[in-house]
């Protein structure tokens, strides 16, 4: 591949949407996310994400919207307002089926098994959970214990993310979290004697003090725990956007050519281990649902990442928390204070959001389908559409031998996967207006 390294450093959105969130605007408000509610069909399926903004403290490679929570209070008035959220829903949707549900964060569990009960009992209440498929939740392995994978099983849950990133002292040393194999391994152990055996594993490359052997070491460890699934997500330095970030040692940082090769080295080892890469990040056993679904053209990007979710809206609970209906996206107030204020007084916490235009739809099937696809025909998915700007800057990547072009089909290299976004990036008609802020492409 030619002159691919600069390709490496050019910033992108990561396209877990289409708008991008950084173009949410306030012209989305709540009165208009209530309009969109009202407006679902009464058989619309829905998926369900719950925000937990809270962790014990902060590591410092964290991009998420979070904070460290040094009492108990305030984690109880969030968990208050989380049922006042549920409360709204109830009466704008009434009982709804739900396909899946997922708890991010943050540290969900953090809200202690109690809450964790109390809130699960009145989801149930308040929407039909008789046919969910996934009810999925974000652990931190060092707050896990047995007791804890036994309440997760009694209120449903079927589904574990681990966040892991890496088993090297020095690199957790460097990134502020301590967490040795064998508490990752108690973790798995103590989830699979509780019934929840669908289990995924996070790992990150480009981390501070990160080498191409830390990256297989860890990649390898990881697939011994025989996990489902696996991510393997590049390290976003943004510290203009995450300030805690800044007190990473830039210098520390791997470069272009580094952070590929780690990224390669992972894959290949967690290939060799069995996995099936899928997407542009993510690994999982052959006959796991998302590798089904990679295979039959049905892999769905949200913002939880790659999923089977074909739900017919999303919708978030929480600060910072985004949803999806068919008019459009949505995001609640991302500070604590502003979302609390809203709900405690009985009203949508809605501050911004887009309205989808149709080529905002035609734009995003484009890229969802390269994202989980790793091609696209434009003659089928856009028949007649002008695109010759976009296939022309396809070209120059076709060159670099990123992709291969045939007529308006575009597919992805093998070569050429880490750079994925790269190829999304060339049909986002918002992003030259926005580059500078996104994180590098691999």
């Known amino acids: 591949m030619k002159d691919i390294l600069p390709l490496a450093e050019r910033s992108v959105p990561r396209y877990t949407s289409y708008p991008t969130a950084p173009h949410f605007t306030s012209a989305v408000d709540a009165n208009i996310y209530a309009d969109w509610l009202a407006k679902l069909p009464p058989d619309a399926r829905l998926s369900l994400y719950l925000h937990v903004p809270y962790c014990t403290h902060i590591c410092l490679y964290c991009g998420c919207n979070t904070k460290a929570a040094r009492q108990r209070d305030p984690i109880d008035r969030y968990a208050c307002r989380l049922l006042d959220e549920i409360w709204l829903l109830e009466h ?26 109390g809130i699960a009992e009145r ?63 108690h973790a798995v152990d103590w989830l699979r004697e509780a019934g929840i055996d669908r289990i995924n594993i996070d790992l990150m490359y480009g981390l501070p003090h990160q080498t191409v052997a830390d990256a297989a070491r860890s990649a390898e460890l990881a697939a011994s725990l025989a996990p489902q699934r696996l991510a393997l997500f590049g390290y976003a330095h943004v510290p203009w956007l995450k300030t805690h970030q800044r007190l990473i040692d830039e210098a520390s940082l791997p470069g272009a050519s580094e952070r590929l090769a780690q990224a390669r080295v992972a894959e290949d080892v967690l290939c060799a281990n069995g996995y099936v890469a899928i997407g542009l990040d993510h690994f999982a ?12 053209g049905t892999l769905r990007r949200n913002f939880q990442g790659y999923t089977t979710d074909a739900s017919d809206a999303l919708i978030g609970l929480g600060a910072s928390a985004i949803g999806r209906l068919p008019q459009g996206f949505v995001q609640n107030a991302p500070d604590i204070a502003g979302y609390s204020r809203a709900v405690e007084a009985r009203r949508f916490a809605t501050v911004k959001g887009i309205a989808l235009s149709a080529d905002d739809r035609l734009r995003g ?10 091609a696209v025909d434009l003659d089928r998915i856009a028949p007649g559409e002008d695109f010759s700007a976009e296939l022309e800057s396809v070209n120059d990547l076709a060159a670099k031998g990123v992709v291969e072009v045939a ?4 597919a992805i290299t093998d070569a050429g996967r880490p750079f994925l976004r790269l190829v999304a990036a060339a049909f986002d008609a918002y992003l030259p207006a926005n580059r500078a802020r996104h994180s590098i492409a691999v």
């Open 285 to 296: 056993r052959p006959g796991d649902s998302l590798a089904e679904a990679a295979r039959a």
């Open 92 to 117: 704008a949707l009434g009982r709804r089926p739900v396909t899946h549900l997922h708890w991010g964060g943050g540290t969900p569990s953090i809200l202690g098994e109690a809450w964790l009960v």
């Open 407 to 410: 007529g308006r089909r575009i």
């Open 123 to 185: 989801l149930a209440e308040a929407f039909d959970l008789a046919a969910i498929d996934e009810h999925a939740i974000e652990l931190d392995p060092r707050r896990m214990s047995k007791q804890l994978a036994r309440t997760l099983a009694v209120i449903g849950v079927n589904r574990v993310s681990l966040g892991v990133q890496d088993f090297s002292p020095h690199v957790q040393q460097a990134i502020g979290r301590i967490q040795p194999f064998g508490q990752v391994e």
């Open 365 to 374: 099937a484009i890229i969802e389908r390269l994202m989980c696809d790793l």
